[in-house]
């Protein structure tokens, strides 16, 4: 059933969200997930991965993998966002536009930040990937948009060696509309179960409620999967 409150997210929201610098779902410090599950999706840190950034914002971390010798590549709504993940972290870049997309791109053209629509993105535009970071990006949009973009993401994966850390937050959903939403298990099975492995490799108390229902309830977890090949 669809929650009356549930806000919808599309490009006007989250562009005013940053226009008001509304942003607090951004992190300034590298997040302790991904820092902490890196071998997960580096595969042990073999060797320099490509690693995709779905609905990137201006994530601290893919400035962080770029200096541990990564490829980084995001895709971004808004402009604002990639102009200043660049210019904050004093990353020399060039912008250029391809087809449906102005694209961002590192001095080293290490970092590549597609500035446009995720469902327009595709495989014209790089090569499939292995290794997925999703912050914010599947718990940003409401029930009927995950399933368009769980379809839609896994047509830019290789097909083989998928190491796909999700990050979700699991909650009562009716003390909080989202976005962040409440994305568990048994959706995250869904979504995804047909075709990858699932495991939960973290669990926390998330220590930053998004309002006081939720601070009441003491029920707001960050999970964290790791889906990989079958
Ligand atoms: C909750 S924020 C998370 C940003 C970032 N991943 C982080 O953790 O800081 C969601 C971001 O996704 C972007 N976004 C939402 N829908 C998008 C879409 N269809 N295509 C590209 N970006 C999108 C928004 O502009 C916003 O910056």
Redesign the pocket.
């Given at each position: 059933m669809t929650n009356p409150e549930t806000t919808y997210?599309?490009?006007d929201?989250?562009?005013q969200?940053?226009e008001k610098n509304e942003?607090s779902?951004?992190?300034s410090t590298i997040?302790p997930f991904l820092e902490k599950h890196l071998d997960k999706l580096t595969n042990n840190n073999e060797s320099q991965k490509q690693i995709f950034?779905?609905?990137?914002?201006?994530?601290l971390?893919m400035a962080w993998l770029a200096s541990l010798g990564h490829e980084i590549v995001g895709?971004?709504?808004?402009e604002a966002?990639c102009e200043q993940f660049f210019n904050e972290n004093n990353i020399k870049y060039t912008v250029s536009i391809l087809k449906n997309f102005k694209l961002f791109t590192s001095q080293n053209g290490k970092i590549r930040i597609y500035n446009?629509?995720?469902?327009?993105?595709n495989l014209e535009y790089e090569k499939a990937f292995e290794c997925v970071w999703?912050?914010?990006?599947l718990?940003?949009?409401p029930a009927d948009?995950r399933v368009k973009?769980a379809e839609h993401i896994q047509t830019l994966f290789s097909g083989q060696n998928l190491r796909y850390l999700l990050?979700t937050y699991d909650y009562d959903q009716e003390l909080y509309p989202g976005?962040?939403h409440s994305v568990r298990m048994d959706e995250v099975k869904k979504l995804y179960g047909l075709k990858y492995k699932i495991e939960v490799i973290e669990s926390q108390i998330h220590n930053r409620p998004f309002n006081e229902r939720l601070k009441e309830s003491n029920n707001l977890y960050e999970k964290l999967y790791l889906l990989s090949n079958i």
């Amino acid at each position: 059933m669809t929650n009356p409150e549930t806000t919808y997210t599309d490009a006007d929201y989250w562009s005013q969200r940053w226009e008001k610098n509304e942003i607090s779902f951004h992190k300034s410090t590298i997040h302790p997930f991904l820092e902490k599950h890196l071998d997960k999706l580096t595969n042990n840190n073999e060797s320099q991965k490509q690693i995709f950034f779905p609905f990137c914002g201006k994530e601290l971390d893919m400035a962080w993998l770029a200096s541990l010798g990564h490829e980084i590549v995001g895709v971004e709504f808004v402009e604002a966002a990639c102009e200043q993940f660049f210019n904050e972290n004093n990353i020399k870049y060039t912008v250029s536009i391809l087809k449906n997309f102005k694209l961002f791109t590192s001095q080293n053209g290490k970092i590549r930040i597609y500035n446009g629509d995720f469902f327009n993105f595709n495989l014209e535009y790089e090569k499939a990937f292995e290794c997925v970071w999703d912050r914010g990006a599947l718990v940003a949009l409401p029930a009927d948009l995950r399933v368009k973009y769980a379809e839609h993401i896994q047509t830019l994966f290789s097909g083989q060696n998928l190491r796909y850390l999700l990050d979700t937050y699991d909650y009562d959903q009716e003390l909080y509309p989202g976005p962040p939403h409440s994305v568990r298990m048994d959706e995250v099975k869904k979504l995804y179960g047909l075709k990858y492995k699932i495991e939960v490799i973290e669990s926390q108390i998330h220590n930053r409620p998004f309002n006081e229902r939720l601070k009441e309830s003491n029920n707001l977890y960050e999970k964290l999967y790791l889906l990989s090949n079958i």
